[in-house]
């Protein structure tokens, strides 16, 4: 079974910062694209950024300049640095990755539980 474990969420003033982290565990044999999206209030989910196994990254253009996205292969993880947090940014932060696990040898999508960012104006 494989899990991804969302961390670091929280309420934060507009103008802070937050760094969420998202572990992969399980019976994994390959990780591929990782990545975070987003699900705000009455919104439907959005990506927010995704970065390849080879680490070239990608982000929605509302982000761009202000979120990173970063991966570490060996350890399975991936964190999204967040700066200049906006009231706007407010939502559920879902981590999600294509994953073949076990003796699989098809790509399965899997998800997080979701972690709550909530920026106060």
């Known amino acids: 079974q494989v899990q991804l474990v969302e961390s670091g969420g929280g309420l934060v003033q507009a103008g802070g910062s937050l760094r969420l982290s998202c572990a992969v565990s399980?019976?994994?044999?390959?990780?591929?694209?990782m990545g975070w999206y987003r699900q705000a209030p009455g919104k439907q989910r959005e990506l927010v950024a995704v970065?390849?196994?080879?680490?070239?990254?990608n982000y929605a253009e509302s982000v761009k300049g202000r979120f990173t996205i970063s991966r570490d292969n060996a350890m399975k993880t991936v964190d999204l640095q967040i700066n200049t947090l906006a009231p706007e940014d407010t939502a559920v932060y879902y981590c999600?990755?294509?994953?073949?696990?076990?003796?699989?040898?098809?790509?399965?999508?899997?998800w997080g539980q979701g972690t709550q960012v909530t920026v106060s104006s």
């Open positions: 970065v390849s196994r080879s680490g070239e990254a």
């Open positions: 399980g019976s994994v044999t390959i990780v591929n694209t």
């Open positions: 999600t990755s294509d994953i073949r696990a076990g003796n699989s040898v098809s790509w399965t999508r899997f």
